[in-house]
């Protein structure tokens, strides 16, 4: 269930409920203002809250540089010049508040960042709802064996089925055991009144990390760039891309200027060291430079290769 | 002048431009939004943007502590005991955008204040505004004798006037040696057009820091809270403590349930250290507590006593 | 196991090789570097560097106010001067760096604190090891009736029998199950070389949130004040309290006058809010107070009789 | 004056006491201890402490990735590899303090990095030193034509000598003045014992920016290395440039591998958008890309000829 039927009317309630503000507004993002985005087996994101548009940043930048920007005439280009030098403070005018749900073992990935504010679901004060994630099969991915951090095949047959039996088995298992520990059932309803239950604070470690949590989670525009370019990228574990990836569609409809350009500078670009440029410049020249004359180490020249679509043609060139 | 009179067409075209949003509405922020409120002789303080009231602390503080809050029926019985018990995730969830024109030398404290976002108008990048900050007569106050850091009696007669001299004539020659460096006036006209003037970054470096600069400064209520605690106390410079009261009005038109549990639990409040907190308990059970015997130096007994009203008292019997 | 033998080894030889250093030194801290403090039944803090001591608080404290401190002879008067008026930027002139081994639901608690540094064990890139958290039995509390996120009576016999068997057994065959889905143990070594292990980043997700995890966390002291005053605090679940009562012991050391201040300013004192400083003076003033002409509600009435020390008296009063 | 002879015999006696610790110590760093680096006419820059050298970021790698590091058996390989990969973490386990004395306009740009520590003199409290920048000649550029926030041409002749004069008397007045409207010299001695002085915190903002201050500052490494990227960046403005400079010879004494791996990675390389790297691309391939079928404005497209020194070439294409 992604949301309770009290969430669902509330939901409604709130989407029929406009006001007039003499704030800045997105449209785009008004239209997305409470829905939920299902995200894994039970999690979502949706957004709760905003402030500011792309003009925003716009009026900052112009604070900052004065009559200086008035010949810049259109947003785009103040925008794209602003991200391309890494003027960051105009973005940090932008605020936006999510309401997310998501596994445990991903919320501590993305705790991490610490520049947000954050309230979360207190399973010391609350009973933890039974929910839980379950990869889909297209997920069960082998250990990767040349990255230790990666993934590799999909695991099939019997193996796969034995892993879904193990986590489904467990989670249920743990979760029961939790309620009976406390004495009472999700909807704290007691067991047996002649006994006290464990304490909730307690009772909770028996639940293991694939358990959901919620939490509100606020954060302005330079910091959410910032997550999104790490958690977005093809790097970054599959659990917590998928929540990266509803919330680029969520960046898209709120500034739609800055999404561009975001995805151009950022998402889609490269770093150059001062020896990857070196040798970019000799290879531009015509040069054919190798890794044994690039001055970088093999791994370091992998990388280069790869990031310049130059792995193929090197492969064949060596062989 | 306050404001440009593009500002103030600005200002009045925003102030017509209701928009309708689903987000949640403050009625008593709405009606100040983009209006200046003047501050020393040519400051001010305006809001710019603002996200949530005091319901988005509630439901912040009710995602924490899940279905265990719905027996506290009341928003403002729940805000004020998150303030009392310095819980302040939820007052995180809010936050603010001012546009504020102080002093350089007010700037200077303002900006210890880590935790917000600032875009400040560049000096390197447009000319500096000729706008400078000269005290009310009644503000020139002579060094306190008894506090490093505080004033005393008010400067009067010649005295008083050559003060004001001396700022005011400081004022006007700098910056007219500022235009002649750049050898261009305020609005960047040129003065001799067959040469070149000094660059930005260094002509400005003749300017006092009684000129005024502006930036848009955004703030979470967690931290705007500690920042007016701090700023709108007595031990606070008066020129940046006038902001800050500048602030509190906002403050009460945004959040009013907020900002009546600040004033009661933080502004007008006091804290006892142990050996404070051993005293008072003295006290209430009739002791009479002596400097000597209360295990206190004298500086410490001495702003015990100011806190607690004791002091007047304390001194006759002294006597 | 507290500490692998290879780690032992590292600390042995770290403690023997004492090599000269122009910088400050704390005497008592060097006693204690890298040695483990044990906490619970498997957890550790162990400080591994520190800056400063409490004489570079004076010395930061001196570069503030210049010639103007002269006057205050002594380090611990000035300390317990910056302490009393929340002057906390000297306090971040130190700086300490601890490695602490402690269970993945404290951590989460832990790591709200943002402004610290953290490296963590990954348990994507690496094995976790198997090591979970039991209580004691004196720790298997309760659900508190009257505070939703306190502890009560403890549980005994069977039904504390049953909880401990529930916990362990649970640890237990999660981490077995997490090596069959990994297709290898604790160190490694694969069980079937015929088969694909399940990633590591996927397969914790079936370990509970008892398991251990460690971490090294970096920490300015004003920040570590800050942390202590909230989890050494009685209102912090027992489980981080300890840890916190650790790191107390190692303040003690590392900056002996900022402890005694620490204890007397923010352990030991208390805080009162405008009515409750009203309803004190007039306690003072010899008037008996009751909480209905108070003007507090009964909750906080009864915190400020607590912190009183007066609710015995009162209830006899009310009796 | 850089240092009072009373600083001087404190650094001295501070060189001489060099005391057994147990912590990791960095040779390079010990032997610039205290000492100052003269910066501008009267700044410096000195290192007061530091915690942590280039083998504690790898121990902190080595916590977060357990045995997975064991086979990159060199500590360099392994801090090239997290800078390549922005691992920021690790890098924030080593932490320094500077003493540094800066002009006011200078301190403006530096408070905005926000994530470090600071004790700034307070002229509230004490009396401002007498000490002002004044540019070398070789310093004294008009304002750029091209760039709003860069310089051009150095001014020569009368020009030049009527700024320098302006700069000086300027500030020399103005530091006469602050002491009349005191009533007091630098020292504090009284010149009318029957007056009242202005008070300090008033008085002071008679001063101009170019006018000294000092602070201590105390950043970790991750973050400092942001701080030099951008202002030892040849846009920086001059003025704030030679104070990264000089701390990047402290870097390169203090953590010398993770300074090479910086001016690699950071210094010395470049950041293309997707765009960039697609014309780059093609570029390898051998196809004659010009602006017009490149995709990007004639800014961006100059500044990306200028990353890749092409920009002579087509210049020479376009003619």
């Given at each position: ?35 939920p985005i299902p995200v894994l087996?039970h999690g979502f994101v949706r ?51 999510f309401h997310i749900k998501l596994p445990?073992f991903i919320a501590?990935q993305w705790?991490?960042h ?19 994630y ?78 959901y949590?919620q939490w509100?989670w ?6 959410l760039?910032?997550f999104l370019?790490l958690r977005a990228d093809?790097?970054a574990q599959y659990e917590i891309r998928v929540y990266a990836e509803a919330m680029l569609d969520v960046l ?68």
């Amino acid at each position: 269930m992604l949301l309770t039927p009290e969430q669902e009317n509330e939901i409604n309630a709130l989407r029929k409920a406009a006001k007039p503000s003499l704030r800045d507004v997105s449209p785009g993002l008004e239209d997305m203002l409470y829905k939920p985005i299902p995200v894994l087996d039970h999690g979502f994101v949706r957004v709760i809250d905003y402030m500011g548009t792309d003009a925003a940043i716009v009026q900052a930048a112009r604070v900052s540089y004065g009559a200086g920007t008035k010949k810049v005439n259109e947003d785009a280009g103040l925008i794209n010049y602003l991200l391309r030098h890494r003027h960051t403070t105009p973005f940090e005018m932008c605020e936006i508040k999510f309401h997310i749900k998501l596994p445990i073992f991903i919320a501590r990935q993305w705790i991490r960042h610490r520049t947000a504010n954050v309230n979360e679901y207190s399973g010391r004060y609350s009973i933890m709802d039974k929910e839980f994630y379950v990869p889909a099969p297209d997920q069960l991915a082998a250990q990767s064996k040349s990255n230790r951090q990666g993934r590799g095949d999909v695991l099939e047959g019997a193996q796969a089925a034995r892993v879904l039996q193990i986590l489904k088995e467990n989670s249920v298992k743990s979760y029961a055991e939790y309620e009976e520990m406390m004495n009472c059932n999700e909807e704290g309803k007691i067991f047996d009144e002649g006994k006290d239950g464990l304490a909730r604070e307690l009772a909770r470690m028996n639940l293991p990390v694939n358990f959901y949590t919620q939490w509100y989670w606020k954060i302005d525009l330079h910091n959410l760039l910032h997550f999104l370019s790490l958690r977005a990228d093809s790097h970054a574990q599959y659990e917590i891309r998928v929540y990266a990836e509803a919330m680029l569609d969520v960046l898209k409809a709120w500034v739609p200027i800055t999404y561009k350009a975001f995805m151009d500078y950022r998402m889609g670009g490269t770093s150059l060291s001062a020896k990857g440029l070196a040798i970019v410049k000799r290879m531009i020249a015509g040069e054919n430079v190798t890794q044994e004359d690039s001055g970088m180490s093999k791994g370091e020249w992998r990388e280069l290769m790869q990031s310049l679509d130059l792995e193929e043609v090197r492969k064949i060139e060596v062989a």
